[in-house]
């Protein structure tokens, strides 16, 4: 299944060499992407919205969210280069690889969109929907009606009896 949809595509027209990149590196692959874009738009909208419903986004949101999703794409893809060789050097030809200089344009890149993330901040903010978190299971503040925490040293009257300790 390919990764598809408005926010995807921004993404991978934002860093298209990563991306490609991703697509064939071990661990990888569509599914790797599609996490990164899903992860993205649950942590702008609060949830992952469906490709369909991306179309109701706003243009600028979709970007935001492209951005956001192009700088992990951008961290998975350094590490996926650290894997190769710094340099290769072929004798006979004289030709040589070197990806430092691509490292470190990657770095450079995702710098940029760091800054764009944070200059689109003010103009996305009140286009993006509050989020609300929900947990079924949230703490409990108050031992009154919770049997699982500690009960406390009154709920043993025996042991504060001093007529009862006598023989302890």
Avoid at 4 to 31: F, K, Y
Avoid at 82 to 97: L, V, Y
């Amino acid at each position: 299944m390919p990764v598809d949809g408005p926010i995807a595509r921004r993404a991978q027209a934002t860093v298209s060499s990563s991306w490609e990149l991703l697509l064939r590196a071990p661990g990888g692959g569509e599914a790797s992407l599609q996490r990164i874009i899903d992860d993205a738009k649950e942590d702008v909208l609060g949830d992952v919205i469906t490709v369909i419903a991306e179309d109701v986004v706003p243009r600028k949101v979709q970007r935001y969210i492209a951005r956001i999703a192009a700088v992990d794409i951008i961290t998975n893809a350094i590490d996926a280069w650290m894997d190769k060789p710094i340099s290769t050097q072929i004798t006979g030809t004289d030709e040589m690889e070197s990806w430092e200089a691509r490292i470190k344009n990657m770095q450079d890149h995702k710098s940029r969109l760091m800054a764009e993330i944070a200059k689109l901040y003010p103009e996305v903010i009140d286009l993006i929907p509050a989020v609300t978190l929900n947990s079924p299971t949230a703490p409990a503040v108050s031992s009154a009606e919770d049997p699982f925490l500690t009960p406390s040293h009154q709920s043993f009257p025996i042991l504060n009896n001093p007529d009862t300790t006598q023989g302890l």
